[in-house]
């Protein structure tokens, strides 16, 4: 009897896991908190807050028109002084899901609102199906498109570079504009390209790993959509004092599962650093 006992516990854990990860934690998304301190971020602009959404993949599983409402309901509570939404929108073809055109979508995210404005960039998925399509409904909708295009916003730079590997940026030419010495956030969809992000970059924010998707402990990551493997899969990311945020992001592809990586709306308040103070290292808590 003791092996019925034993394998019911086992075949009750195998469902209770299955139902989390392909179910409650891809279904699901909470607005989670950062605390950053960008070197030379300066005092004045103490606690400016930026939300960072990507891989929303409207029409994939769990990610239809109506979660696409509540996700811009709670993106606008959490009252940010900036948004950027860092690509991938739409998808084709997905394991379970159904096409939402980008005409459908957009004007939902026009509805996000913050007083430095809401900007975006795209992603992969959205040059696989058509990336002007895309770029003129974001754009009717009222979401400025920064493409490698730099806007000065209140004392501070916002750069928006291409997708690394679908429209390869021109970093030099995104920051040609910078003519003073207020601080810059660069945000693109694929980290990749923050190798050949220049120090005077106070933080470049990305999305497009989903995370991995799935984190197995003492594993990590097993896929992670990156020429550098598990480098830029998710979080706060420092190399050389040049500091990079990666988002979980929203959505899912491929697969509609999830796993220890939980979608998320990013909420990054940036603080003035401390000279002489320890490497920063991400806080996050509760909303």
């Known amino acids: 009897m003791r092996w019925r006992t034993t394998f019911g516990v086992f075949l009750t854990s195998v469902l209770s896991l299955g139902l989390w990860a392909f179910v409650y934690e891809p279904s699901s998304f909470s607005v989670r908190r950062y605390e950053l301190a960008p070197p030379g971020w300066p005092r004045e602009l103490d606690g400016f807050e930026v939300a960072l959404l990507a891989d929303i993949h409207v029409g994939s599983p769990y990610r239809g028109l109506d979660k696409l409402r509540e996700i811009v309901r709670e993106t606008n509570a959490a009252a940010p002084d900036l948004v950027v939404l860092a690509g991938d929108y739409v998808i084709d073809s997905v ?68 997708d690394w590997e679908e429209a390869p940026p021109d970093v030099r030419k995104a920051l040609s504009a910078v003519d003073d010495t207020s601080p810059v956030l660069a945000f693109t969809h694929n980290p990749d390209v923050f190798p050949t992000v220049p ?12 995370g991995g998707q799935v984190r197995f402990p003492w594993l990590g990551t097993p896929i992670v959509p990156s020429r550098y493997g598990q480098r830029y899969a998710r979080g706060h990311i420092v190399e050389d004092d040049r500091h990079l945020f990666v988002t979980s992001g929203l959505g899912t592809s491929i ?31 509760d909303p």
Do not use: M
């Open 199 to 210: 120090a005077r970059v106070s933080l470049t924010l990305a999305g497009h790993t989903h």
């Open 255 to 285: 697969i509609p599962v999830r796993f220890a990586v939980p979608p998320e709306i990013a909420l990054l308040r940036l603080s003035a650093d401390v000279p002489n103070a320890p490497p920063v290292s991400s806080r996050i808590f």
């Open 95 to 162: 394991l379970g899901g159904t096409f939402v055109a980008p005409e459908e979508l957009a004007p939902i995210l026009g509805e996000l609102q913050a007083p430095l404005g809401v900007y975006a960039v795209l992603g992969n998925h959205d040059w696989w199906l058509d990336g002007d399509r895309v770029e003129e409904a974001l754009v009717a909708a009222g979401i400025r498109v920064l493409r490698d295009e730099a806007v000065e916003l209140s004392g501070v730079w916002l750069v928006g570079l291409g």
